[in-house]
């Protein structure tokens, strides 16, 4: 008898990869919706649910998962900050990741944003297909000499800090768990989060949403940065208090500002909009300026990812099904 596994939030790229994956033993159930308060019912007779971002699991919503039968749920993301695990493990429920399906395709995104919004890549190709040749408004700056500061050199902040050195960057880092060995590897220097605001060109976010994170770029740090500096943000929404933000932008404070992620981008982002009033007045009032700009949580998005994401969430699909121990560093609660 085939494991039933209730997929929420599916788009056309996730059915493709997951069924072209191992699907031995499993029954899946790709479903479009989100997993709310009001779909919840639609995991019943699931004995695992697959969950991705900004699918809802927060305490009641896992009681009734479990109520429903459901003992395993599999994030088939990075990011858990979503989930309550403390309430998870009280109610016997399984909790698994995706660590690390390819922290290069997340780290290669942040270096698209950063190249195209320095030298303004979108704004050139729409005058050119326009037939507008003119350069006027299309200045950026070297990247080369100028001082990059990451927050948070895990897996995918290391890659983006080794990349900027390779163009010549100097890379400033802060993180609570500083590695010094591979800092002193690359020559880049850890500081405190004060020190990199203060004086970085470019700052890259790349901590996990945490309450110690949540609102990291806030009113004081905007102010405490170097004129004119850039922020790119693939890691969370939360990390930025967009209000503040927009202030900073408003005032020149900041230079510019290029975002995966969104403080409130849960329902808006992975749905086409574009026959509908935009009710968000914040992000309507972000995509006004022209140095900033916004991907809709794409960062993940590549083939590797994809294939790696439905490879390591299949296998412990699987394995919750008959008792084997989840693949190691998978398993959240
Ligand atoms: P990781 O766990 O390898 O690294 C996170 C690092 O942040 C760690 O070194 C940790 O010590 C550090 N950190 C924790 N609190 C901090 C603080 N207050 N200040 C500075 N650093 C702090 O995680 P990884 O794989 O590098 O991913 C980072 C984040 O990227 C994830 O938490 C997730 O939110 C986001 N992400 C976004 C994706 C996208 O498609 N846009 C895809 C995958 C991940």
Sequence with gaps: MPLTVAFFDTKPYDRDYFSAADTAGLDLRFLEHRLTAA???????????????NDRLDR????????AGVRHVALRCAGFNNADLAAAKELGLAVTRVPAYSPHAVAEHTLALLLTLNRKIHRAHNRVREQNFSLAGLVGFDLHGKTAGIVGTGKIGRIVAEILRGFGMRVLACDPFPDAVWAAQHRISYVSKTELFAQSDVISLHSPLTPE???????????????????????????????????????????????????????????????????????????????????????????????????VTLENLRRAASGVPFLEGTQLA
């Design 39 to 53: 779909t919840v019912s639609t995991a019943q007779g699931a004995a695992a649910v697959c969950c991705f971002v």
């Design 60 to 67: 009641p919503l896992l009681a009734q998962l479990r109520d």
């Design 213 to 311: 994170t949540h609102h990291l770029v806030n009113e004081p740090t905007l102010a405490a940065m170097k004129r004119g500096a850039f922020i790119v943000n693939t890691s969370r929404g939360k990390l930025i208090d967009t209000a503040a933000l927009i202030e900073a932008l408003k005032s020149g404070r900041v230079g510019g500002v290029a975002l995966d992620v969104y403080e409130e981008e849960e329902g808006v982002f992975f749905e086409d909009h574009s026959d509908r009033v935009l009710a968000d007045d914040e992000l309507a009032r972000l995509l006004t300026f022209p140095n900033v700009l916004i991907t809709a949580h794409q960062a993940f998005l590549t083939r590797e990812a994809l294939s790696e994401i439905a490879r």
